[in-house]
DNA sequence: TTTTCCATGTGAGTTTTTCTCACAGAAAAC
DNA sequence: GTTTTCTGTGAGAAAAACTCACATGGAAAA
């Protein structure tokens, strides 16, 4: 009766010559001579009673038993490396890789990861703009910051915030060209921060413009673009109170009318299940939320709400002012993908 | 520097021991002595730096940290002993324990079972009668035929074959207390094949006689005994075509009406992934199937509707003929869990 | 064509790992 | 309280892993 499980010492050494497709580079790999990788893969051979290698010229070539063999048992291999790396690695040292929406990546994170650096200064992060969840799984990156539905299946996910979208522009560009209803917006270049211009319409649906005539549009991939053109003067952008929030509290960016539109989609951050039983990723994780909840403490309740009742009070035309309902003041959406 | 696996036999030990919460259950696993299972507990915890186990009391206790390691660990394991399980086992030999509703077991895979094993001369089939998801993950089975609906997370699962219910007699109780009509039934002995008698109303609602009164009533916990109870005359019972069809075909069960009944479930074929990828799983799923087929095919299609006809020419009461509308016949329908 | 380099295979001997055995203490069951 | 069952431990035995030295053969360079 043969164990479950074949020797796993050969299995190693079989692994790491299948992989680097030399019984030498695998013998330098583990620190071993070339005559114990020889002589593992024999044992292995003979104990499971097939052929893993076929051994014509030179240098070895998988079998085709061996090609059924090899692609678990190196995704076993490097699902017990990883694990065991985990453990290995103390709770506030280590690297870090972190997917995150383009626009969030710049507008919100890059401004304030010093603080976490600073609180961890032996975690050294990894960013990626990126609002791809495959990301997740293929072990780019360890934790994502998404924008989507969050039914990412086979991932950890928890909802971090929702959103709402409203426009914004630049002071200066307001200065030269006033925006005193929703009609004005036709003489105001639209900067569209998804391709179909989904978000914008949104918008002109709750306020009640949709026929309205516009002027001319730029679309670009995504909202990071949209509110960098915002920034430099080139028009009128959706603008988020997550990702735009501290450009409007330093007066980069204004808001010219009440009104907010909720998004279908939100913020989630997302990791693989062992990766969240990591202490490094927790800890990271947890900073994220707090920080959130810090933002959206006393600062930007009052930024967001003093701001917005400014706008209120220059521009109510058509529009009318949202009834600032909750402490979280007016919270911003946008649509799927549109933040990326 | 560590390698970047840890040792690997003592990771064995570790996993064993973890899964089944005792170093003696381990020991006994593995053939060896608890003692080898603690040395080699002791190794992995020094090599890792970690503490695996809490030691409190008799039994371990897995720590935070060994429970950090354990679901990855078993993954890896578990794919490697999937994977060599490939290469060790010939496609047509082997033992295959197939779990089967129980009155599907009895009347429809058991007078066919020779089939398949004269086919397959070196696979050693244990069957099971058991409609019980659960033991397809727990391994007691590796392949299930389950009546329900299909929703079974972690299983590879197809459906098999929809149902129709329809009333069922033996020729002989027939022949001294005929039913020509619905009303007639009331002088049988309701046979019904669940606990709440949820079939036989679904059934006589259809027939518009959800308020006739009834007789005498039995209750069993499956199809097959309530079938059962029909072959020895002791009253009506709920058939399907599939489970009744060689019953009805030989004529040890006759059928008094024409009015079918769709089933809310269905028959599924169920095991685990790692079950479907084995050959030996794979032929006898392909032999299930296609077998299904064969009796769909020429036969069945024909003595089924022969069958109906012969019943609905004698019995056409208040009960409407049902329009034979596909080649299948009429498909058998039954309740969740009564056809089990 | 010959020479050189580099690849893997192999048997015997050495080292390391795995395992057994016997004893021990503690917890749980009776 | 006694008995059973559990895991831990050190020393020694057995098995696995590894080294070493020799061997063969393929491929590239001269």
């Excluded at 076929?54 to 090899?70: F, I, N, P, V, Y």
């Excluded at 080139?234 to 509290?249: E, R």
């Amino acid at each position: 009766m043969p164990s479950r499980l074949p020797p796993l010492n050969p299995l190693r050494a079989f692994e790491a010559a299948a992989r680097r497709g030399s019984v030498s580079a695998a013998a330098r790999e583990l620190n071993v001579t070339h005559g114990a990788i020889s002589h593992q893969i024999r044992a292995l051979e003979e104990a499971l009673g097939v052929t893993l290698f076929e051994r014509s010229g030179k240098r070895l070539k998988l079998s085709s038993q061996g090609a059924l063999l090899l692609p678990a048992v190196s995704e076993a291999f490097g699902g017990i490396a990883a694990a065991t790396a985990l453990m290995r690695q103390p709770a506030t040292s280590g690297s870090l890789a972190v997917g995150c929406v383009p626009a969030l990546l710049s507008f919100w994170l890059i401004p304030r990861v010093n603080r976490f650096t600073e609180q961890y200064p032996g975690i050294r992060l990894s960013l990626v703009a990126s609002n791809d969840p495959a990301q997740v799984l293929s072990r780019e990156v360890d934790v994502a910051i998404l924008y989507g539905d969050g039914n990412w299946p086979d991932c950890w996910t928890r909802l971090w915030s929702h959103l709402r979208l409203f426009p914004v522009a630049s002071p200066t560009l307001l200065n030269s060209r006033p925006l005193r209803s929703v009609r004005d917006l036709a003489d105001h270049m639209l900067l569209h921060g998804d391709r179909d211009g989904r978000e914008w319409n949104t918008w002109f649906a709750a306020a009640d413009a949709i026929d309205l005539p516009r002027g001319p549009q730029l679309f670009t991939s995504d909202a990071r673009l949209s509110t960098e053109a915002a920034l430099h003067g080139q028009g009128v952008a959706l603008g988020d109170t997550i990702t735009a929030a501290q450009l409007i509290a330093r007066g980069e960016l204004v808001v010219p009318f009440d009104l907010t539109v909720p998004a279908n989609d939100a913020f989630y951050v997302a990791c693989r299940h062992e990766v969240r039983a990591a202490p490094i990723a927790r800890v990271f994780i947890d900073w994220l939320f707090t920080s959130l909840e810090e933002d959206s403490r006393p600062e930007p309740q009052t930024s967001a709400r003093m701001l917005l009742r400014g706008r209120s009070a220059r521009a109510m035309d058509d529009v009318q002012p949202v009834s600032a309902s909750s402490g979280k003041g007016t919270a911003i959406s946008q649509k799927r993908k549109a933040r990326g």
